[in-house]
Nanobody, 121 residues
């Protein structure tokens, strides 16, 4: 199983980025998906998650109102607006163990390679 994350980069505070995560449809069509963030020296934490139908979403408090997760048959996406320096980190997409999402890393089984997001002040 391969997940390919893309869309990261360097952006100034207040800017926007859109992350994409592509994989074969059979990899994730019946599973929840999530985006996690890992800053240097810190644990990998949930940023956003979405159930298999895209009808239910979850956002970490720190990104509510700024980030939007979505999905289609091709993959999962994370639209990030009003970026802050504290949003800096490696962003990973992941396929959940079931149709409903979890917010822990143990709730996910397949991981993309990560894409770096750097927000300058």
């Amino acid at each position: 199983v391969q997940l390919q994350a893309s869309g990261g980069g360097l952006v100034q505070a207040g800017g926007s980025l859109r992350l994409s995560c592509a994989g074969s449809r059979r990899t994730f069509s019946n599973n929840a998906m999530g985006w996690f963030r890992q800053a240097p020296g810190k644990e990998r934490d949930i940023v956003a998650a979405i159930n298999w139908r895209g009808s239910t979403t979850y956002y970490a408090d720190s990104v509510k109102g700024r980030f939007t997760i979505s999905r289609d048959n091709a993959g999962v996406y994370l639209q990030m607006n009003s970026l802050k320096p504290e949003d800096t980190g490696f962003y990973y997409c992941a396929v959940g163990l079931s149709a409903t999402y979890g917010i822990q890393t143990r709730d996910y089984r397949y991981w993309g390679q990560g894409t770096q997001v750097t927000v300058s002040s």
